[in-house]
């Protein structure tokens, strides 16, 4: 099982950006899914975006032309690029992987958008 850990988080005003970086614990060209998701309060875990096998991201709806997912597949970092931040954007930010038939969640990270 990996272990990750997100991190860069924290308050921004609305229309601000943010990056977030998710650190695994092993070489991310062993890891086929890669994703993120997001928890807002009194909400169920949504999906943000997901990369599988090191492919072109997809993205939900509502993130869509504003939130970017990268990933370093020569170390082992993941990001995600947030523009455009809105006060609906306010969660915990999830990172997870699949890999060894298992997924693995990260701690999270909170987001807070003020408006």
């Known amino acids: 099982q990996v272990q990750l850990v997100e991190s860069g988080g924290g308050l921004v005003q609305a229309g601000g950006s943010l990056s977030l970086s998710c650190a695994a614990s092993?070489?991310?060209?062993?890891?086929?899914?890669m994703g993120w998701y997001r928890e807002a309060p009194g909400k169920q875990r949504e999906f943000v975006a997901i990369s599988i096998s090191g492919g072109i991201a997809t993205y939900a709806g509502s993130v869509k032309g504003r939130f970017t997912m990268s990933r370093d597949n020569a170390g082992n970092t993941m990001y995600l690029q947030m523009n455009s931040l809105k006060p609906e954007d306010t969660a915990v930010y999830y990172c997870?992987?699949?890999?060894?038939?298992?997924?693995?969640w990260g701690q999270g990270t909170q987001v807070t958008v003020s408006s």
């Open positions: 092993r070489s991310l060209r062993s890891i086929d899914t």
């Open positions: 997870n992987a699949y890999s060894d038939s298992v997924w693995s």
